[in-house]
């Protein structure tokens, strides 16, 4: 039987804490006989009774729950202290929020669509989530939603995994571990970049997730086409230099002695054109030229219509 790890960061969730824990705890793929699932929680220095929940669970379900204190590091660095600690030898790995309530056939789900690929590639699953309210109502939304099309020309512009949907396997796990970013705008975008540019994403157009929206979320979701749009215009005024950025971070780290010689081992094969496709978006920042190449090029690309346009008008500006 395979074994699942999923990595929990918490702060001050004393409130919907138990609930999360109980459902990831209870998923099917255990008395199926698919996977055993182990949880691992990093708290990020709480100061209400999150803690005293912790140690409870970890004393109820000694070997399935473990937990330590960290010091507040912020939602990027709790995850990714959360990676380094994580087992050797479990074969996938996943992330969860405090407050969400999972159902019961999540995890094999992923696991089932990852068992379809190669384990020495760096794969990665990730599904759709529905919003809901504190008391685990849907919020019904009229905002569109097309069919996503994952790929690394989408990551390099745009985020389209949440990292509370993500199992990955162990390649990719070690992958990422390979060296951590000094920067990166989210967690979730950086597996997502690394996965599409040395391996595969699967995107399940399915919910098996209960997105709780509550107030306190470090990250939400817009369910009005107006919340939505004021959002994203807010994102794309405090974004600016961000993806630049990025793309610098993770050029950087591909093309250091550490990345070389982890490709070396693993024998992975490197797509070319994705390689120039980072570097163009870098070299778009200096060159208008390259960046009407790259709007005209059709590689990059966000999923919806609208924000595709709209960013094509960025990179145009050079404000990336």
């Given amino acids: 039987m395979k074994t699942v790890q999923i990595l929990m960061s918490t702060y001050n969730g004393e409130k919907y804490l138990r609930e999360q824990i109980d459902s990831i705890l209870e998923q099917d793929c255990e ?35 473990e937990w330590y204190q960290g010091e507040n590091k912020g939602v990027i660095g709790s995850f990714f202290d959360l990676l380094q600690k994580s087992e050797m030898d479990a074969d996938y790995f996943g992330f969860a929020d405090q407050d969400d309530f999972w159902l019961s056939e999540k995890i094999r789900t992923g696991i089932e669509h990852l068992e ?25 939304s009229n905002i569109h939603r097309p069919p996503m099309r994952p790929s690394f020309g989408n990551a390099l512009v745009e985020n ?31 597996c997502y970049l690394t996965a599409s540019f040395y391996g595969n994403v699967y995107f399940d157009e399915q919910s098996y997730i209960l997105y709780r929206q509550h107030g306190e ?29 990025q793309m610098e971070e993770f050029l950087r780290i591909y093309q250091g002695q550490k990345m070389a010689s982890a490709i070396e081992e693993m024998k992975l094969q490197i797509d070319e054109e994705k390689i120039q496709l980072a570097k163009q978006l870098i070299e778009g920042k200096k060159s208008i030229k390259t960046r009407v190449k790259l709007v005209q090029g059709g590689e990059i690309y966000r999923q919806r219509k609208t924000d595709d346009q709209i960013f094509k008008v960025i990179i145009l500006k050079g404000s990336y």
């Fill in 116 to 140: 379809q690929e190669s384990s020495l590639s760096p794969n990665l699953y990730c599904c759709r989530f529905t919003p809901v309210d504190e008391h685990l109502q849907e919020l019904k």
């Fill in 217 to 245: 979320n470090a990250v939400g979701s817009n369910v009005s086409r107006w919340k939505e749009f004021v959002g994203r215009i807010k994102r794309y005024q405090g974004n600016r230099g961000n993806i630049s950025h």
């Fill in 160 to 190: 389209i995994v949440a990292g509370c949907t993500i199992l990955m396997n162990g390649t990719l796990k070690d992958l990422i571990l390979v060296e951590l970013p000094k920067y990166t705008v989210m967690h979730d975008w950086w």
């Fill in 31 to 65: 008395e199926k006989g698919i996977a055993k699932v182990k949880l691992l929680i990093r708290d990020d220095g709480s100061t209400d009774n999150t803690q005293h929940i912790l140690r409870e669970y970890s004393e109820k379900f000694s070997g399935r729950v």
